[in-house]
């Protein structure tokens, strides 16, 4: 699976976009099967010449 990062301060501090929940406590990342749609859906963030503020990691829950 495949999360979009963004980062908020053009250094180190990076949060992931998040699904739309009923609750605002129950955060969980937006994720994607495949690398070519996270890209593009990650396309609306990516600022011309700030494009490393945007990323796509490959993701691994850490609840199993």
């Not at 980062?7 to 739309?20: A, Y």
């Not at 990650?42 to 945007?54: A, H, R, Y």
């Amino acid at each position: 699976m495949y999360a979009i990062m963004i980062c908020l301060d053009g250094k180190d501090d990076w949060i992931f976009v998040t699904e739309k929940t009923e609750n605002c406590w129950d955060i969980r990342p937006l994720l994607f099967e495949d690398v070519e749609t996270a890209l593009e859906y990650s396309e609306p963030w990516v600022t011309p010449g700030k494009e490393e503020n945007v990323k796509v990691v490959k993701y691994e829950s850490q609840l199993r």
